[in-house]
């Protein structure tokens, strides 16, 4: 995992139009898959952003939420409906900074 500074991540993601927070989601999703050990690891991202046009959104939100479901594991935090249900209502930037603060406390810890 990787420590990043959340204001840059926020600035970066809303400066790119969004490229960087899919950039984002790649490499956070292929660390917690090395770091995380469950027998349940993520979809690739791309593969899921595939499926996601394919069935109109609905994978992409379920991928969301094993994506939180895992960031919560890794953390031992408990946000993982409070990001979904912002990323869902279209504030997906708030629950990246979210996540990434709660991935720099347990990183500093």
């Known amino acids: 995992m990787q420590k990043r500074e959340i204001v840059t991540v926020v600035l970066l993601s809303i400066f790119t139009c969004g490229i960087y927070a899919l950039y984002w989601f790649y490499t956070t999703s292929e660390a917690l898959n090395n ?3 469950d ?8 593969v899921a952003i ?4 394919v069935t109109c959104g609905i994978y992409t939100l379920y991928w969301l939420y094993k994506f939180y ?5 890794y953390t031992g935090e408990n946000n993982a409906i409070l990001n979904f249900v ?3 209502f279209g504030l997906e930037i708030v629950s990246i900074a979210l ?3 709660s991935i720099n406390k347990k990183l500093e810890a």
């Open 35 to 37: 770091e995380v050990d």
């Open 39 to 46: 027998n349940e690891p993520l979809r690739n991202f791309v």
């Open 50 to 53: 595939l499926l996601g046009m």
């Open 69 to 73: 479901t895992k960031v919560d594991k």
């Open 86 to 88: 912002l990323g869902f």
């Open 99 to 101: 996540a990434q603060s």
